[in-house]
């Protein structure tokens, strides 16, 4: 297991009620996993985490990308403006 820990930003860090939330996913994880183990620790955000996009290494990841040891991870929400 590897511990990641995941910026989080908007709607998605007030029901978590912090700036960042440590994750465990075997190793050689995907950032599907860590969608999905988001979504298992933060439900209420569920369907938002679904549509946020996921950065690696300060770079946009699809959801096949695997995860380092050391990756820093950030999970961003759609943004409106107005």
């Known amino acids: 297991m ?5 910026l ?6 007030e029901e978590a009620g912090q700036e960042s939330l440590p994750i465990a996913l075997p190793t050689n994880a995907t950032v599907s996993d860590l969608r999905k ?5 933060l439900p209420k955000s569920a369907s938002l985490i679904c549509q946020s996009m996921i950065a690696v ?18 999970c961003i929400p759609p943004v409106s403006g107005g």
Do not use: G, H, P, W
């Open 2 to 6: 590897t511990e990641y820990r995941v």
């Open 8 to 13: 989080l930003f908007a709607q998605i860090r």
């Open 37 to 41: 183990a988001l979504m298992e620790r």
């Open 57 to 74: 290494d300060e770079a946009y990841a699809s959801d096949n990308v695997c995860l380092k040891e050391k990756s820093r991870i950030a």
